[in-house]
């Protein structure tokens, strides 16, 4: 029987291409999760400016000039002692007693001025008080809960540059949030005036998400240009204003 068999298989024709049929082969769909992502949000950040500690800066000056003038009235409240020793060389340090005060005063004064922060992007204004204490309160607010802008300003403070900026809103019947100690307080509420006037309009050109749904479609299409990707010129021109001041005084 095993002959017969083998004499049948070698009797058959060999299988030519036109006899093989090739079974298709399904592929599984992938399925991946789109993820839209948006360019961070522009935020605008606000420091006191130095300027507008201008009266304790004042004092500086003159608390050195004093530790100075008694330091050399009172020699003994200048102490002297060896800091470091090379062989027999020594190194001594001589510390003015006096000069304490004018630094413990310019302490006081960068506490003023590093402590608080605040910032604004196209949803709204956020004040950080408390940076380098041990309690720190977050005030944020938006565009369409402000109710009133005011400036507070005194003759030094005009003549600087600098001053107070008081947001109130429908919510309390004071002020709601002090930008304390800015420069060009004026630049600073025009900004906000433009924010929310484009708020009230519906209308936000700034790379954000404002207009998800809008930006999602477009993402989709690939209709998204360079222009919608680019920072508004009134934020740019309001955060130099704003900004070029501190820039300066860095330099």
């Known amino acids: 029987m095993d002959t017969d068999n083998s004499k049948l298989q070698d009797d058959k024709p060999p299988l030519t291409g036109e006899d093989v049929v090739a079974e298709?082969?399904?592929a599984e769909p992938i399925v991946t999760e789109a993820i839209v992502t948006f360019p961070p949000s522009p935020v605008l950040i606000i420091r006191k400016t130095w300027r507008s500690e201008?009266?304790?800066?004042?004092?500086?000056?003159?608390?050195?000039a004093g530790g100075v003038a008694l330091s050399l009235y009172a020699p003994g409240s200048i102490v002297t002692?060896?800091?470091?020793?090379?062989g027999e060389s020594t190194i001594f340090l001589s510390l003015p007693l006096f000069w304490l005060l004018p630094a413990c005063w310019l302490s006081v004064l960068?506490?003023?001025?590093?402590?608080?922060?605040?910032?604004?992007n196209e949803r709204g204004l956020e004040a950080v008080q408390g940076i380098l204490s041990l309690n720190q309160t977050i005030i944020r607010l938006?565009?369409?809960?402000?109710r009133s802008l005011e400036i507070d300003q005194t003759i030094l403070e005009r003549i600087l540059n600098t001053g107070e900026l008081e947001v109130g809103t429908a919510a309390t019947a004071g002020v709601e949030l002090i930008f304390d100690g800015v420069a060009d307080p004026f630049a600073l509420k025009a900004y906000i005036q433009r924010r929310q006037e484009a708020r009230e309009d519906g209308e936000s050109r700034l790379p954000g998400r404002d207009n998800v749904q809008q930006n999602t479609q477009k993402l989709a299409a690939g209709e998204v240009s360079e222009a919608e990707n680019e920072p508004r010129a009134e934020f740019a021109e309001a955060k130099?204003?704003?900004e070029n001041v501190s820039h300066s005084e860095r330099s």
């Open 24 to 26: 298709p082969i399904v």
């Open 54 to 64: 201008f009266q304790g800066l004042l004092a500086f000056a003159i608390l050195i």
């Open 81 to 86: 002692g060896p800091l470091v020793s090379f």
């Open 110 to 120: 960068a506490f003023r001025v590093y402590n608080v922060r605040y910032s604004a």
């Open 142 to 146: 938006r565009y369409e809960d402000v």
């Open 240 to 242: 130099d204003n704003i």
